[in-house]
């Protein structure tokens, strides 16, 4: 009986140093993909999922931070400035803005706008009405 001869294998890479890294399903199709950018502060990790929707982590150039959950007609994004400004935002499926809460980029302090079609309605930022006080009949 003939003998097999060891197989001397290789060790396994112990890093893997690449520009951009994109990992396909088994039909093809992009699901992950890692891109640092072109050394100009802009880096991202995209996570597909089906009917055009994904998970991107991103940072730019001017050291912004976000997270969004994107679709064709709809997206929620949370991020922060380079000031530590952060907010969310969500737009409805329509694509129009439906809620922003966090800093005012201008003020730093924090509000919560609501929208209906796209256009404010409501912000907490608002002065609080003036309240009409009631006065008493004077009395004969």
Not at 13 to 36: F, N, Y
Request: charged fraction near 25%; proline fraction near 6%; include cysteine.
């Amino acid at each position: 009986m003939a003998r097999k001869k060891a197989v001397k294998r290789k060790a396994a890479p112990k890093r893997l140093i690449a520009r951009s890294i994109t990992l396909v399903d088994a039909k093809g199709k992009p699901r992950i993909l890692l891109d640092p950018g072109n050394g100009d502060g802009y880096a991202c990790i995209c996570l597909y999922g089906e009917k055009d929707r994904s998970i991107q982590i991103s940072t730019d150039p001017n050291g912004s931070l976000s997270i969004s959950l994107l679709g064709p007609r709809f997206d929620a994004s949370l991020g922060s400035s380079p000031n530590n400004d952060a907010g969310l935002c969500i737009r409805d499926r329509n694509g129009l803005l439906g809620t922003m809460l966090g800093s005012n980029l201008d003020s730093g302090k924090h509000q919560l706008v609501l929208f209906q079609d796209g256009q404010p309605v409501w912000s907490s930022a608002q002065p609080p009405k003036a309240r009409r006080r009631k006065t008493k009949s004077a009395v004969k």
